[in-house]
């Protein structure tokens, strides 16, 4: 019999493929994790959880920490430890208690005195602690960036963080392949901000729910790793899971060298295996996005959600040109919201303050465009006048001794932007970092959301040299003006109106579940149901549910940064919708449906516009739910993220149509109680009308139905997990950590061990 031919695969593909430990049927794969980013933020509540069941981390060699989020960005000269030097008690207890976490388990940290402390995905490439061909997971969503090495790299919630830390594995499905190509020459003056803020306002902040994404064409393969870190990190603002490019000489020259890339033969090795990640010629992906270079030109967002793009030569759009209701008053909510008039030109709009940082924008090559436009502003140019306050935060302490070596922070300083220590500072305003209620910011983050910089802030997402660009001049300004560039070159100026960027998305919504329930344990291997559980158990919920009609909730909306300082799962029902709830100017309650009656006791939610939760990847956003009372989401699509993190938490993600969602929406808002039968996979009315069936993952739906834990099923795997990595060793040796002084670092079972990094 002739050998089967090998079936063409995707990079995807081929990273997923390497990685399973276990897999039964068509049920989830257990897929083994190569490195683990870990933060303040998102941990807390993971270590409690090892050590609550006395567990250790299981790869210390293969985990990493630092503190990012939470931590002031001011001068550190007098600092002696985070304790004395943080302000702000939350910040403070969460930041100490990563530095108590990380020595109790054994942990690789980078603290406050570390040069090498920086945001989390920026340390893991500078580090080297990044590679091609593997699996990263850190509990942040923009952990897509690293996908830019051609590695699977997702962010996750903090029980998936647990999760990881004690198996070094993660229960997942396959993503869908999706594939977005942009060929042809980019105009002068267009980066790579641009060119993803484009993509995102073409296919939508869902347009990638479900898919993992390849990035391919020629613009992408002649960018540097730099630029391809910022495409790979807003992938998740496209709702990807992940994003990703095929490694290349690019990429091995940009890690040649770093302290824990392997070195010598080991290196030989490992650049030969990562040759070989690329898709095949004939591999078929699920999606197929075209784009030409050339109708890129320098974009901004006007909006509070990242798909709302614009041309910088562009105008604001008008609501009326809307016929879609839901859509229509989004886009009045946005306008609303970021104080912006249709038909207004985007260059005319005047901001109050700058922000150039970010993991999608804080890098070497970022604070070099920002200042050659500071340069080539004029020797004498400055801040504008109207602009309150300017800021250039380097992505780690690494970047900003390199950038003073350039002397970048001299040209910054003398036009009068602030230079800072490294964090996330104003990108989502955790920690002093902030706008006012009403500010209006030019920042090269990656989240427009509502109150994402600080209660009441309005966010334009651009390119570090926007940014610059808007600093001097005092408004969104096109670029192309400073950089000299030949502004009659085709398309350089035409004026685009908004409303031809905000197309629907181009791409087909993810197919539902096609398997029913009845059938699933015909096809996979369902654990028993009397398998260790530690979850609440999830069969019938009856009750109130309140109506809610906004498309791209985001978990910025469900529950705001301040609350996510806690150090526990519970106590956050008053965090739900905060800025919804609350007035940010008078702090008053508003009419937000959660503050009326019958709902303030609503059990369910009924979202009509698609992708709620949509976002970060904070699980905060399902424990303020489940505070609040509500342990079942019905909408027409989710945020990946958002539906595994309340999964985790014994909480019921319903996905349905969008004409099903408004159904049920009428009920809800004629207050009747809804019941959402999980066994039956229906949601019972409380009226005459029939119920609406639903589908259901087969293995989820038996999880929930007897409270199974992820853990506890994994560690019921541990055999599997041990021969995996005998093999890994033997395959892919330079994937066992080693540390600074190329000593292996042993695997750490029971005890937790320090490490000499
Ligand atoms: C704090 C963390 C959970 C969050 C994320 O997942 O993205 C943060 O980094 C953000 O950018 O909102
Ligand atoms: S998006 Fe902002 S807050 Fe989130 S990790 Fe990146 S810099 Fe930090």
């Not at 490019?245 to 090795?269: H, I, M, S």
């Not at 609303?336 to 999608?360: H, N, Q, W």
């Not at 600080?454 to 390119?463: C, D, F, I, K």
């Not at 508003?590 to 709620?612: H, Q, S």
Request: glycine share 8%; proline share 6%.
């Amino acid at each position: 019999m002739p050998a089967p031919v090998p079936k063409p695969r995707t990079l995807y593909d081929k990273i997923w493929d390497d990685h399973i430990v276990h897999q039964d049927g068509e049920g989830p794969a257990l897929i083994y994790i190569d490195r683990h980013l870990v933060h303040e933020v998102t941990s807390p509540q993971a270590f409690e959880g090892l050590r609550a069941a006395g567990r250790p981390v299981r790869r210390t060699d293969c985990t990493l920490a630092t503190v990012d989020h939470n931590i002031p960005t001011t001068v550190r000269k007098n600092f002696t430890s985070a304790s004395s030097f943080i302000e702000e008690p939350d910040s403070r207890a969460q930041v100490v208690a990563l530095e108590d976490n990380v020595k109790e388990f054994g942990v690789t940290y980078f603290g406050m005195s570390d040069r090498r402390q920086g945001i989390v995905h920026i340390i893991g490439p500078e580090q080297g602690f990044t590679l091609p061909g593997i699996t990263c997971v850190c509990g942040d969503s923009h952990t897509s960036t690293h996908g830019a090495f051609g590695s699977l790299a997702f962010g996750i919630g903090t029980s998936e963080v647990e999760h990881v830390l004690a198996t070094q594995t993660l229960l997942q499905k396959k993503a869908k392949n999706m594939r977005i190509t942009v060929d042809g020459q980019l105009l002068e003056g267009v980066t790579s901000k641009d060119v993803v803020l484009h993509i995102i306002g073409i296919i939508g902040t869902a347009g990638g729910t479900g898919c993992v994404v390849e990035y391919a064409g020629s613009v992408f393969r002649g960018f540097s790793m730099e630029a391809r870190m910022s495409v790979c990190n807003m992938s998740i603002e496209a709702g990807a899971r992940a994003g990703m490019v095929a490694p290349d000489d690019v990429t091995f020259e940009y890690l040649r060298g770093r302290p824990l890339v392997p070195k010598g033969e080991a290196w030989d090795k490992a650049v030969a295996y990562w040759r070989s990640l690329k898709s095949d010629d004939d591999a078929k992906f699920d999606i197929e996005v075209n784009i030409r270079a050339e109708d890129i030109v320098p974009t901004v967002t006007w909006g509070t959600s990242p798909q709302d793009v614009a041309p910088i030569t562009g105008v604001v759009p008008n609501p009326a040109n809307y016929t879609d209701s839901v859509k229509r008053s989004s886009v009045e909510r946005s306008l609303k919201y970021m104080a912006l008039v249709p038909g207004t030109r985007i260059e005319d709009i005047v901001i109050d303050k700058v922000f150039i940082g970010s993991c999608t924008n804080s890098r070497i090559e970022d604070l070099r465009s920002a200042a050659k436009v500071v340069l080539a502003a004029g020797p004498d140019a400055k801040v504008a006048p109207n602009v309150k306050y300017a800021m250039v935060v380097p992505g780690s302490g690494i970047i900003k001794q390199h950038a003073e070596a350039e002397g970048l922070d001299v040209i910054f300083k003398r036009a009068g932007f602030d230079w800072r220590e490294a964090g996330c500072s104003m990108c989502l305003g955790m920690n002093p970092d902030q706008l006012s209620p009403g500010e209006r910011c030019a920042s090269t983050s990656n989240r427009n959301f509502e109150g994402r910089q600080g209660a009441g802030g309005r966010t334009h997402l651009l390119s570090p040299a926007m940014a610059a660009a808007a600093a001097i001049s005092g408004k969104l300004t096109d670029v192309r003006k400073y950089l000299g560039v030949d502004m009659n070159q085709p398309s350089s100026l035409k004026v685009v109106k908004a409303d031809e960027f905000l197309t629907d998305p181009v791409l087909p919504s993810p197919e539902p579940a096609s398997t029913a329930a009845s059938t699933a344990a015909a096809i996979i291997d369902l654990p028993p149901a009397e398998t260790p559980s530690g979850a609440e158990k999830f069969t019938v919920l009856k009750g109130i549910a309140a109506p809610l009609n906004i498309e791209n909730v985001d978990t910025d909306m469900i529950i705001p940064k301040q609350f996510l300082k806690t150090l526990k799962r519970t106590g956050l029902a008053n965090a739900l919708f905060y800025t919804l709830r609350k007035d940010p100017y008078t702090n008053e309650d508003t009419d937000f449906v959660l503050n009326r009656e019958p709902y303030t006791k609503a059990k369910i939610l009924v979202v009509t516009g698609k992708n709620f939760g949509c976002g970060s990847s904070r699980e905060h956003a399902p424990w303020s739910l489940s505070d609040f009372g509500i342990r079942s989401v019905i909408a027409p699509s989710f945020g990946d993220i958002f539906r595994n993190n309340a999964l985790q938490n014994g909480m019921l993600p319903v996905v349905l149509p969008e004409a099903d969602c408004r159904t049920l929406a009428e009920d809800a808002a004629a207050g009747l109680e809804l019941e959402v039968d999980l066994e039956r996979q229906e949601i019972r009315r409380t009226n005459e009308n029939p119920a609406i069936p639903f589908e259901a993952d087969p293995f989820r739906r038996h999880c929930l139905l007897n409270g199974l834990d992820d853990i506890a099923l994994t560690l019921q795997k541990e055999s599997a997990i041990e021969e995996f990595e005998q093999r890994r060793s033997a395959v892919w040796p330079w994937l066992d950590g080693f540390g600074y002084q190329g000593k292996k670092i042993p695997v750490a079972q029971a005890k937790a061990r320090k490490l000499e990094w």
